[in-house]
């Protein structure tokens, strides 16, 4: 069983910075295909946020671009993602992701973090 437990969030003023980490445990049998980081506004789908691969390629949302780094531990069992410039629309309830190497693959979540921008 993988269990994956975010932490960093908080309440940030609008133009502020905020970390979160997201640590997986557990027996990850077929190896990790990608780390990554959704969120979910009140009333919106879940949106991708940025994810990475286990070569280091990294994709992100065009609303993100150049605000977050998305950034993993050597084994990938960790996975950061930094947000600078924070704005009211960041504001959302992030989840933690990991994508296994198995075919077809096993996506796990985390129970996700709050992060709350004030204008």
């Known amino acids: 069983q993988v269990r994956l437990v975010e932490s960093g969030g908080g309440l940030v003023q609008a133009g502020g910075s905020l970390r979160l980490s997201c640590v997986a445990s557990g027996s990850i049998l077929f190896g990790i295909n990608a780390r990554g980081w959704y969120r979910q506004a009140p009333g919106k789908q879940r949106e991708l946020v940025a994810t990475?691969?286990?070569?280091?390629?990294?994709n992100y949302a065009d609303a993100v671009k150049g605000r977050f780094t998305i950034s993993t531990t050597n084994d990938k069992n960790t996975v950061y993602l930094q947000m600078n410039s924070l704005k009211s629309e960041d504001t959302a309830v992030y989840y933690c992701?990991?994508?296994?190497?198995?075919?077809?693959?096993?996506?796990?979540w985390g129970q996700g973090t709050q992060v709350t921008v004030s204008s």
């Open positions: 990475i691969t286990s070569a280091g390629a990294t």
């Open positions: 992701n990991l994508q296994d190497s198995r075919y077809p693959s096993i996506d796990y």
